[in-house]
């Protein structure tokens, strides 16, 4: 009663309050039942309270839903926001470093009503760093340890008053002394360089040490990195490390996400020649190198490499596959590549191969294989494919000391005019799993609809129109069970299923403006053998769906895409940030327009199979 009677004060009289009396607006977690039916006036569900968004972000997202009678305005620290029929919106409003409160105030004919979100942008404004040379130890090089070999590139990089000149130091290195970093155009105050360690530079480790010079009224300063720069010894450049999740990817930047290599696979024990963001860098061959993250590598203290030798290669065709098996004295990693014609694959660390084969030639797949050496202690392998048939997908992994690559054949249907998808086992992924509280596993749309909800409603929609089809619906989720990537990942194969289509909704980071540009729906896939599914799917939304067409996109980042094993396609039917498109998602007549391109661009996909 309390906060309705304030809500009604702040309604007639004068909006003079200041921020520390203006009340928070509600979002998802924090409307109680009771709350929600009476509906505050103003709802903000992104982002949420005090949430701290990127180091240095200038702009975020905003969405939410005014709660009065049409027609009312909006603005957000007087920036007019426009408001959608139901009282939705979405804005993009500027920030700057600290604690940031918008204040939104919202007006009809009757009522003025405030709410405050507060937001929180970590890092130092370079304001701060105006009145004399100084520099931002937050943003100071290196802050973690690295260490690398000699011959490598470290890239120097520190934050501190604009306008002035910076020079480095790393003692004892050979060319170490006065290294100039010039100033990042694009971003004031961010001073940069590259330096490459000298090729015969000996063990060394040492802290950067920073000088500015030429600040205001010709100020200096002087900072030194928290962390050390470690060079190994030339003749003595790996350790070794064990894999605790065979099969996983590696990447190319150490990040701790994207960047990955999709085509590296970890297996065996590994070569370590650096470390860098809690992550190791793995050498694979004079020309090839790759990241992967500490924690999934354990460090072997007396391994002894002895000599590899891949002595077999053998192949057999069964009923739905053709079976190759790579023997090998330990796993190795790996590269494998999927082109239209042909699977290309890439042994590392063999010192022997003996090229004896056995090939069974009755493989309705595979016409022939190919070796080469393109690098020392690396074989790779062109697996020709025939244009007769087409690949459905393909799987591989090691089983002791054998590579076992499994070419998945195309399954073996008999559609009816009634009945075009019979035979066909379908996993249908309703993105996302149910998670109320903060942080959302999902988008959130200005009125607190929830990705995993929009989901699951176009699934339970989908289902039953391919079900009359013919086909079994292997559903990822019911009602309100959680699933991980790799559970749904694990349900698809253990079920036999012959496609994966993965239904979402789409949202953007909070500091890309959602208003800049049409956005619309879009299709996912990662290997040539999805494309045919994802281009029947992508065709039937540009004919049904009446939102911006953001286009068929290969993505070897997403999870779901790179399922090897059949045709597996991601798509976002729209954005749930924007108000218009999560209406569509919410209502049964708007998600028919999904529905349809869904159905039609599968049912389109099996017609075009023999063709």
């Known amino acids: 009663m309390k906060n309705i009677f304030f809500w009604l004060f702040l309604a007639v009289c004068p909006l003079a309050a200041t921020a520390a009396s203006i009340p928070t607006a509600p979002y998802l977690p924090t409307q109680s039942a009771k709350a929600q039916k009476s509906k505050a ?64 105030t919202a007006k009809n004919k009757d009522n003025s009503v405030q709410a405050i979100r507060r937001v929180i942008v970590p890092g130092n404004d370079i304001k701060d760093f105006s009145a004399k040379a100084a520099f931002d130890k937050e943003e100071v090089f290196p802050q973690r340890p690295i260490e690398l070999l000699p011959g490598e590139k470290i890239n120097l ?4 008053t604009p306008g002035a000149k910076v020079h480095a130091s790393l003692p004892d290195f050979k060319h170490g002394k006065n290294i100039t970093l010039k100033e990042d155009a694009s971003r004031p105050g961010t001073y940069r360089a590259a330096f490459v360690v000298d090729g015969n530079q000996p063990a060394q480790s040492a802290k950067i040490t920073y000088q500015m010079t030429g600040g205001p009224k010709r100020s200096k300063a002087k900072i030194t990195s928290p962390a050390k720069i470690i060079v190994r010894d030339k003749e003595k450049p790996f350790t070794y490390a064990k894999v605790t999740s065979p099969g996983v990817k590696l990447r190319k930047l150490p990040t701790a996400s994207g960047n990955l290599f999709p085509d590296y696979r970890a297996y065996g024990p590994l070569r370590v020649t650096g470390e860098m963001a809690s992550q190791y860098h793995l050498y694979l061959s004079d020309t090839e190198a790759a990241w992967l993250e500490k924690k999934r590598l354990k460090l072997l203290k007396d391994f002894d490499e002895t000599p590899n030798t891949l002595s077999f290669i053998r192949t057999h065709t069964a009923a739905d ?54 690098t020392e202690r690396a074989i790779a392998f062109r697996l020709q ?45 309703a993105g996302h799993s149910p998670k109320r509280n903060i942080p959302y596993d999902g988008a959130i749309g200005p009125t607190g609809y929830l990705e995993y909800e929009a989901t699951m409603a176009l699934a339970q929609d989908l289902k039953p129109m391919l079900e009359k089809a013919g086909a079994t619906v292997l559903m990822t989720r019911h009602d309100d069970n959680q699933m991980s990537l790799q559970n749904r990942y694990d349900f698809a194969l253990a079920n036999n299923a012959h496609l ?79 108000p218009e498109q999560e209406e569509l998602a919410k209502s049964k007549d708007g998600r028919a327009l999904f529905t349809k391109a869904l159905y039609e661009g599968i049912v389109n996909f099996f017609k075009n199979q023999g063709k």
Do not use: C
């Open 41 to 104: 006036p103003i709802t903000v569900q992104y982002p949420y309270e005090k949430m701290k968004v990127s180091r240095g972000a200038k702009h975020m997202f905003i969405l939410g839903q005014v709660n009065l009678s049409q027609p009312a305005t909006l603005d957000i620290n007087g920036q007019d926001v426009d408001l959608f029929k139901n009282g939705a919106f979405v804005a993009f409003v500027p920030l700057q470093s600290g604690t940031n409160e918008l204040i939104l």
């Open 157 to 160: 990089y520190v934050r501190g």
């Open 321 to 374: 596959h053709t079976r190759l098996v790579f023997t090998l004295d330990r796993a190795v990693p790996i590269k494998i590549h999927e082109y239209q014609d042909r699977l290309e694959l890439v042994l590392y660390y063999i010192d022997y191969f003996e090229p004896n084969f056995s090939l069974d030639e009755t493989s309705p797949l595979l016409e022939n294989i190919q070796w080469s050496q393109p």
């Open 385 to 429: 494919l025939s244009k007769k048939e087409k690949l459905w997908g393909y799987s591989y992994n090691f089983e002791d000391n054998e590579l076992v690559v499994d070419l998945i054949h195309a399954p073996k249907l008999k559609p009816t005019k009634n009945k075009p998808l019979a035979g066909v086992r379908i996993a249908l992924d």
């Open 500 to 578: 994966f289509v993965s239904l979402h909704y789409n949202a953007l980071p909070e500091t890309v403006n959602p208003l800049a540009k049409p956005r619309g729906y879009s299709v996912y896939y990662a290997y040539p053998h999805s494309f045919a599914l994802a281009e029947s799917v992508y065709k039937a939304y540009n004919q049904h769906v009446p939102l911006p067409d953001n286009g068929l996109i290969a993505n070897d980042v997403l999870f779901i895409p790179r399922m090897p094993q059949f045709p597996s396609i991601l798509v976002e039917s729209a954005y749930l940030i924007l």
